[in-house]
């Protein structure tokens, strides 16, 4: 939080809980747009009147209701997921490690679970999803034990610079080995579609897969937000005031393993959501996690969903890969941030 | 008298690590001549590079193996040396042309090359160095904009984070253009990007050739200019050297290093940090002695790096990057956790 307020001079307990409100309304509204736009974007013209029948009058000869019923809205309900999921895990990061710039992607977090799924792509390619999702879990999980493994093992913590070039480095390591996998299997097209990131193979089953546990991951971040706030104003004072900071720490770490390890699962390596999102809302509806976190499922919820909309229209009838929309988005905001910084890090 | 005395103990011991590590790198260079899918033994080496050896052998060895590992040498040289450069220019030792994104600048102007002219298939040897020379230098170009901060000039930090966000975009970038390639465009710029040795033939060494033969020694020369901008900007200021202009040329020298490098060997990491790393732990700051240890350095890593990627799984070849990212990244970790600050 150093980045966007200093913590000096009473303005880091600033919140503005009816900002919260709005926000989070706005945002819920947002989505609902969103969602129905997305429903009505694609190669196909649909129009709203045959999208409000697929859903009241469904008819099975109908092609149109087909396409929407399972193409169009699985995808774009897996596009809100996914978003506040990544929104969700960033916001988490950000306030456990005390460093503006942690994002899933940016940590080597998406690219663990990347990995294990390469491996399983190329070792058991018939699995099912269920199996596959808990095992992107494992590999999440692996990223965030490297990232909080580094933190620890390093005198005096990592300062922003040195966390970006550890994710930066842990990230190339395992894309390294991704790619050698690859290359020996032969799943270069296969690794190469994944890791351009997208939401069009979603379907209603992969929704119902993940659901349950980005759902599930989100209400325990928010259990835990009281925590995080007080532990995003310093490990000593978090537990001068009685925390058991080893216990949120181990928690929050499991949170984002779970969130990001669904939504790499289904998307695949889109980064950046973490990072962008929870630093607007976090401007807007100051630094109490209470609000941060619900307001940044919701934003991120909205930036994924639309993006998907801009990922279909771009270059219709192709799809161009959300991980790069993103990035787009994303990278002006890192520079911006890198410039801001008034100390250096 | 004293620091005269040990300026000379320190002189001798850094020629005799140079004549040590020149030895190492000839040794390596015989063993991996040895290895690969078809083996020859050393005697038959000797023999078939004094013109004796069947025609097998003299085929594998002298069309394929030797151009390759003489291209290892170059790019390790190349790579290594453009680190110490952004290392001393930027004063940060954890400066690299891949962690600071010039690489992928050049990766990237290879792959709108390859994209743009599908039926070519693979730009002629000569024209990929200066390709990648201009994606490496308008990335060059772009990040040094955008880390300079009027009043305060480019702080290293902001320059490494910069680097790291626009390597980013680049990427995406290319994982767009990637994405249109059809299958066989696609598993040569897969390839590539991995840092595999590709273009293993005379041709490209003499593309590279030039290149190095101009840009070390020039570098080499400005060894006392490094000394002092690695220093502190004040007092190579006070001592009259012209900070902006000096920075700029080594700068340009240190591009136009890792674009060449990365035109021939693609995305290979980590040689940059390593090479001067090392050489620096062995004997010391002053650039005299070690920008050709780093030289020497970055060589025998490339070409252990391809060796070994060459000898795990000999039917399908292990890109070098691959295996120095595997080693490299470890260690690069390790001195993040080690160093302060």
Not at chain 1, 153 to 173: D, E, H, Q, Y
Not at chain 1, 298 to 327: H, N, Q
Not at chain 2, 95 to 115: E, M, N, W
Request: proline share 5%; net charge positive; with cysteine.
């Amino acid at each position: 939080m150093s980045l966007s307020q200093p913590i000096t001079k009473n303005t880091s307990l600033r919140t503005r809980p009816w900002m919260a409100t709005v926000l989070i309304v706005a945002g819920i509204c947002g989505i609902l747009f969103g969602l129905g736009s997305s429903i009505i974007t694609g190669v196909a013209n649909i129009s709203f009147s045959t999208v409000w029948n697929s859903i009241f009058h469904y008819d099975s000869s109908n092609e149109h209701h087909v396409i929407i019923q399972s193409l169009r809205m699985p995808r774009a309900l897996a596009g809100a997921l996914v978003g506040a999921a990544f929104a969700v895990a960033g916001a988490i990061m950000q306030g456990v490690t005390r460093n503006p710039i942690a994002d899933t992607g940016l940590m080597g977090i998406n690219a663990g679970a990347g990995f294990v799924l390469v491996l399983v792509f190329a070792f058991a390619p018939r699995l099912p999803f269920e199996s596959i999702v808990l095992f992107s879990f494992i590999g999440a999980g692996l990223g965030v034990g490297l990232v909080y493994g580094l933190a620890y093992f390093s005198k005096n913590g990592l300062t922003p610079l040195r966390l970006a070039l550890a994710g930066a480095v842990v990230s190339s390591i395992l894309s390294g080995i991704s790619q050698a996998i690859s290359l020996l299997f032969q799943i270069n097209y296969d690794l190469a579609f994944w890791s351009a990131g997208g939401i069009s193979t979603a379907e209603w089953f992969q929704v119902s897969v993940m659901m349950p546990w980005i759902v599930g991951g989100i209400i325990v971040a928010m259990i835990l937000s009281r925590s995080i706030t007080i532990l995003s104003l310093g490990e000593e004072i978090a537990a001068g005031l009685g925390q058991k900071t080893r216990l949120v720490k181990g928690l929050a770490a499991v949170v984002v393993m779970v969130l990001a390890g669904a939504s790499v699962s289904t998307v695949g390596g889109v980064g950046f959501v973490g990072l962008v999102v929870p630093h607007i809302v976090r401007f807007l509806v100051g630094v109490d996690y209470r609000w941060i976190i619900p307001c940044s499922a919701v934003m991120g919820g909205v930036l994924v969903v639309f993006a998907d909309i801009g990922a279909k229209m771009i270059a219709m009838p192709y799809e161009t890969p959300l991980g790069a929309i993103i990035a787009v988005i994303g990278v002006p905001f890192f520079l911006y941030l890198a410039r801001k910084e008034r100390r250096e890090w | 008298m004293d620091i005269d005395h040990f300026s000379h103990k320190r002189k001798s011991r850094s020629v005799r690590l140079i004549l040590l590590f020149a030895v190492l790198l000839l040794v390596g260079f015989v063993l991996s001549l040895n290895t690969g899918p078809y083996s020859i033994g050393p005697f038959e080496v000797l023999q078939t590079l004094l013109g004796e050896g069947s025609k097998k052998q003299s085929l594998v060895l002298f069309e394929l193996r030797l151009p390759r590992m003489v291209i290892a040498v170059m790019i390790g040289a190349g790579l290594a040396v453009s680190g110490a450069i952004l290392q001393g220019i930027s004063r940060n030792g954890l400066s690299d042309p891949g962690i600071l994104g010039i690489s992928s600048g050049a990766g990237l102007a290879v792959l709108l090359f390859v994209s743009l002219y599908p039926a070519t298939n693979m730009a002629p040897p000569f024209l990929m160095p200066f390709l990648a020379l201009i994606g490496a230098t308008a990335t060059a170009g772009i990040i040094y904009m955008l880390a300079y901060k009027k009043g305060h000039g480019i702080s290293p930090t902001r320059l490494l984070l910069t680097g790291i966000a626009v390597g980013a975009g680049l990427s995406a970038i290319s994982i767009i253009l990637t994405l249109q390639l059809n299958p066989r465009n696609l598993e040569f710029v897969v390839t590539w990007q991995m840092g595999s040795l590709w273009g293993s033939n005379w041709k490209f060494v003499l593309a590279l050739l030039p290149w190095m033969v101009i840009l070390l020694p020039y570098v080499y020369r400005k060894a006392n200019v490094l000394n002092l901008l690695s220093m502190n900007e004040h007092i190579a200021a006070s001592l009259g050297v012209s900070l902006q202009r000096e920075r700029l040329a080594l700068m340009t020298g240190a591009v136009g290093l890792a674009a060449s490098s990365v035109a021939t060997g693609g995305g290979i990491g980590f040689i940059g940090l390593l090479g001067p790393h090392i050489a620096r732990r062995l004997v010391g700051p002053q650039h005299q002695y070690m920008l050709p240890i780093t030289a020497l350095v970055g060589s025998l890593l490339v070409l252990a790096g391809d060796t070994i990627g060459r000898s795990i799984m000999p039917a399908t070849e292990v890109p070098a990057g691959i295996v120095i990212s595997l080693i490299g990244g470890p260690y690069f970790l390790y001195l993040l956790i080690r160093t302060k600050g």
